[in-house]
């Protein structure tokens, strides 16, 4: 298992823009426009684990 912080950056997320996606063991496991949603469907499928959540930008932003 990697660390999903590095997978949110370098992974393809363009199919959520706009959302949030939860991220257990390198993988997408659920997404939503609602926090709360995205969390609780991770937390269905992988109640033992501890999902990292990120928004998905709309547009390409700048981080540093």
């Known amino acids: 298992?990697?660390?999903p912080y590095a997978?949110?950056?370098e992974a393809d997320l363009s199919a959520y823009t706009g959302?949030?996606?939860a991220i257990v063991n390198?993988?997408?496991v659920s997404h939503?426009?609602?926090i709360?949603?995205?969390y609780?469907?991770?937390k269905e499928k992988y109640p033992d684990k501890r999902p990292l959540l990120a928004k998905v930008p709309e547009?390409?932003?700048l981080i540093f």
Request: proline share 0%; net charge neutral.
């Open 40 to 42: 609780r469907e991770a």
């Open 32 to 34: 939503s426009r609602d």
């Open 1 to 3: 298992m990697g660390d």
């Open 26 to 28: 390198d993988k997408v």
């Open 59 to 61: 547009e390409k932003a």
């Open 7 to 9: 997978y949110y950056i």
């Open 19 to 21: 959302e949030w996606v």
């Open 36 to 38: 709360k949603k995205a």
